[in-house]
DNA sequence: CCTATTGCTTCCGTAGCAAAATAAAAAATG
DNA sequence: CATTTTTTATTTTGCTACGGAAGCAATAGG
């Protein structure tokens, strides 16, 4: 199965374009990729059959998948053998590293984290090794491996700066394929993480698709035609400039009633503290709030309308079809739902199309499987740009 | 000429490619469209030569306009006829109807205007008739009409709804095609100012361009690609609902520190006359305020940093390659540019790449021309879909 | 006069579309 | 119930447009 996939990589555009339709959007009938792609139908016909002979794709059975009883003959679905290639995804995180080993449908078909020890290059690069070793013994064949983090990386291989790590210019895609003997692909986190849901999440198939995440920074990315929007910015911090509310909250990061001080969960749990002494977690502060106590009320509160408007900016400005609100700090939205739907509105003019909003709550496993993403985006189908 | 150019209207979307590369960037020789155009020097020689031999493409002598002396053999730059045909741009406001006649390149050769004694369909479109009238006596075999207004359009015809008109369902398009006997293009004013910037004015070349218009109102467009990201708010008024200041001023118009209350001309006007006493006209108060006069000062202060503020979310959220402030009421750049630039800084991370900037003073004409250019794209080249 | 360089043209193989042909099922008809 | 018609899916078949390679053209520099 491994040797034969080798034979995938050269794929013409045509080739590549139904192999990710199809990869992306479940199995599909070639009048249905015909639409899809704006191709023809002897077109589609031309391009599988290669693709089928190659084994990527495979023939399925709809029988009882397609329940309608539908006239005319009957659609021959083309799937994508998802089994046939296992990726690894990492992110590394202050104190852990996450991984995950996925299929090419970026289903995750095992985890498995490891404290850090220290943030040495040569420290990391170690526990990604034996990490990745015991990954396959688990799945023996592994295809490639993706590595997300919070900071700059350029070539999808070298991380030109990570302020958590402290790392400059390390060539980090390099140490990891020597080490693993397996390829290996390195970016930002968000990035990668924007990269899984524009392909498999809640992306799939938009023109234009925007993503917020809430966490311990603050993360954006616009996604246009499949593409990210790259830009200066990109690694070293969003947000923390956005003034919200000039009168809002003065915190350690940002700016005074920046985004990030207003909606970060460290910042969120300094208010609490300068207001209250108490040094409460996040989902304390939360149940507090959603419980009614005074002081997180009011500092949840104040973060609630400040994400409404802001989402509220990004629908006016970007125009987005979708915003996602993703990263581990969107636990605030089930809270608060109803004081971000009232910020949104009094920012947005009421003839507009309603924000298309929705809102994932990520753990880090959702972030390593970004990783995994990349992976497969770069290794199995190549040539997609960084 | 008239008669030939009836047979450039079946261009091949090939040749439509070639004939806007080069109406829109000069004179260009074949290597160099093969190179804007990702095309094989083969391909563009083959299309170019129906549209030399049908006289809408002509080969230029370079000769001196190439000062640099190169090796190789001397390129041959084409250029298109740019004369052969003439279009009406109108624009129509609540006290005036703007007219210009320009070249297919977009130039103004002619201007007429006409005060409204009423805003009845019927009386507009006789005026509109008069004018296009004496038009035609000037520049024999004119090509067709633009009309831009404020207000919402649908098939570049009719006109859904228009406030300040009062009109509803107004088949302005085919109205004046009657009257006129001209193949006529109806579209929001904005609308056809960001095609005309687009196509030959800041946004030329560009993937991604967000245009701001200041003037009775505010006026926003991102242009994706190409393409104006068309909305449900378009025509029915932008900025009422951007809050760009909770504290700001309270003005007819819009919401309590709304871009509409801070940044348009009644507005202003308002806030002074409310502040002064005084009904001091939009130029009196730039003036007033750049002499250092308190009051205008102060009002204009702030528009400023709410101008600078929202260029610079605008920058943050839907990361354009350039912004275009245009409009009546972009004067206040000239007084009041510090403050703008300060807002802006303030609002966006140091390491972001500078906002790219660009203001140009409209007047009415400016708006017609678009509208002229609207008529351009559909007429001529054909198939630019609203 | 020769070579290098750049621009344009010619020619051929391929990838795409459109339309016709074929396939397979449901619905209509006698 | 058998047969025809309708509908939808796929394959086959010409035709067209594009890219690539080779060739021709026109200049600069030696």
Redesign the interface.
């Known amino acids: 199965m491994t040797t034969l996939a080798a034979s995938w990589l050269p794929l013409s555009p045509g080739e590549r374009a139904v192999a990710i339709e199809v990869l992306t959007h479940g199995p599909l009938s070639r009048s249905e990729l015909a639409r899809r792609l704006d191709l023809s139908a002897g077109s589609v016909t031309r391009l599988t059959k290669p693709l089928i002979e190659s084994g990527l794709l495979v023939e399925v059975a709809d029988g009882a998948t397609l329940a309608e009883v539908r006239q005319g003959r009957p659609s021959q679905p083309l799937d994508i053998v998802a089994e046939s290639r296992r990726f690894v995804g990492f992110k590394i995180t202050q104190d852990m590293v996450y991984g995950v080993v996925t299929t090419l449908r970026s289903d995750i078909v095992a985890r498995r984290d490891r404290p850090l020890a220290g943030l040495d290059p040569d420290e990391i690069v170690d526990v990604l090794r034996e990490l990745t070793d015991e990954f396959e013994r688990d799945f023996p064949g592994l295809a490639g491996i993706g590595i997300g983090l919070g900071g700059r990386a350029h070539d999808r291989s070298v991380v030109d700066e990570s302020a958590f790590l402290d790392w400059h210019d390390v060539p980090l895609g390099r140490l990891v394929e020597e080490r693993t003997g397996l390829p290996v692909v390195v970016e930002n986190d968000v990035a990668a993480l924007v990269e899984a849901e524009s392909w498999f999440g809640a992306g799939r198939g938009l023109d ?1 698709f ?1 993503v917020l995440t809430i966490g311990a920074g603050i993360g ?1 990315a ?1 996604v ?2 499949g593409k990210r ?1 790259a ?3 990109d690694g ?3 947000g ?4 919200v ?3 809002g909250p003065l915190t350690p990061d940002g ?1 005074r009633g920046s985004a990030v001080s207003l909606l970060t969960i460290p910042n969120i749990r300094y208010q609490v503290q300068a207001a209250t002494g108490q040094d409460l977690s996040y989902e304390e502060i939360l149940t507090l709030a959603a419980a009614g106590d005074p002081m997180p009320s009011r500092v949840i509160d104040e973060a609630a309308r400040a994400l409404g ?1 802001l989402v509220a ?2 629908a ?4 987005p079809q979708k915003i996602l609100l993703a990263g581990e700090g969107v636990g605030l939205v089930d809270v608060a739902a109803p004081a971000i739907e009232e910020a949104i509105r ?8 309603p924000v298309n909003l929705e809102t994932k709550v990520s753990d880090f496993h959702d972030w390593a499987r970004g990783a995994a993403v990349l992976a497969i985006q770069v290794l199995v189908l190549g040539g997609v740009e960084a």
């Open positions: 234009r925007a954006y616009l246009i035609g929007v830009t200066a910015e070293v911090g969003y923390r400039f956005w003034i509310n000039p009168n700016q408007t900016q990004i006016n400005f970007a125009m009094a920012n947005r003019h009421p003839r507009a199309e």
